[in-house]
């Protein structure tokens, strides 16, 4: 619970920003001074539900909001009759819950929801909650980001009637990416050169867990990022007992600035290079941001994909 109470820290932090819409409302709507607030409606799971409570939840998390919408104030400071901080605040707390359900039930909750702004036909609130949705979901610098979890509403953003005709390219791009080594699927397979000069290939490396990570030397967040999987209890305990192996490679063109500074990764650690640049070139990985951590399974299969550090470590703690 640790981790998770870290997680909410972090997506409240991120809810002092404004979440952003253009206002608009109907043409023969009232004056939107006129009609009621109300705080974000939270969900009330019965005592006793098959499923759980946090399942329920998520199934669940927006139905009373979008209920008769439209009789509540939408303006430039309420969608939906919420303040635009608290409906943000409450989508984070959606987010989080994501990661508290099994990841079908999660896709299946961001595919609904889109759903319902494509059947409340509300401006304002689409675009405030497909630009929530985006920055928790999708922005690398989320810590509560799932593509995963992202992937079935962009489709729908591609393909449906909700998102402009010119944004339409965009999010079919960001699908197509997020459907690339999605969780549970193959890791693609490359191969790099090692700080011995050996060309390796990723399947070559066997272990029970494999964490790669794409990094960069002279990346702050990088660093910051050794420094936790380094001081990480839980990395140290599966690594030891050779159940968890890491490998972080470097994706760019700067060879040289990384060999210079490659005494600076984990002697414990596979560090190497990609000698062929297919990686970023070919966007065999889609790397949008370094560090970005992918954990894989005995076989290869994707279990994670660009995951944020609290949720692995969280992960990870729960295996020994």
């Not at 979008?66 to 303040?83: C, M, N, P, Q, W």
């Not at 890791?187 to 011995?196: I, K, L, M």
């Amino acid at each position: 619970m640790g981790g998770l109470k870290r997680i909410l820290q972090g997506v409240l932090l991120l809810a002092v920003l404004a979440a952003c819409g253009r206002g608009k409302t109907g043409e023969s709507a009232p004056a939107p001074a006129a009609l009621p607030t109300r705080v974000f409606p939270r969900v009330q799971p019965p005592q006793m539900h098959p499923d759980g409570p946090v399942i329920y939840t998520v199934d669940h998390f927006w139905d009373a909001y979008f209920a008769d919408l439209g009789k509540y104030r939408t303006d430039s400071l309420y969608l939906g009759g919420v303040e635009k901080i608290r409906l943000e605040e409450a989508y984070g707390l959606f987010a989080t819950l994501l990661w508290n359900v099994p990841p079908e039930t999660a896709k299946a909750s961001t595919e609904r929801l889109y759903d319902q702004l494509a059947a409340a036909k509300n401006p304002a609130v689409t675009d405030a909650l497909v630009e929530l949705t985006s920055r928790y979901l999708y922005d690398p610098n989320s810590p509560v980001r799932c593509e995963d979890f992202y992937r079935p509403f962009v489709e729908k953003l591609a393909e449906g009637d909700l998102a402009p005709e010119d944004m339409k390219p965009q999010y079919g791009f960001q699908a197509r990416m997020c459907a690339m080594n999605a969780m549970g699927t193959p890791a693609a397979d490359f191969a790099f050169t090692d700080t011995r000069g050996r060309k390796r290939t990723l399947y070559g490396i066997e272990a029970e867990y494999l964490l790669l990570i794409f990094g960069n030397p002279d990346c702050t967040a990088c660093k910051d990022l050794v420094v936790q999987m380094e001081s990480s209890p839980a990395v140290a305990e599966l690594g030891a007992s050779g159940r968890l192996k890491v490998v972080d490679i470097f994706i760019d063109r700067e060879v040289d600035q990384w060999k210079a500074r490659v005494a600076d990764y984990p002697a414990a650690w596979i560090n190497g290079y990609d000698h062929t640049f297919t990686i970023r070139d070919d966007i065999l990985y889609n790397v949008r941001a370094v560090p970005s951590m992918y954990l894989l399974d005995k076989d290869k299969r994707v279990i994670f994909k660009d995951v944020p550090p609290e949720i692995l470590l969280t992960y990870l703690s729960m295996l020994g």
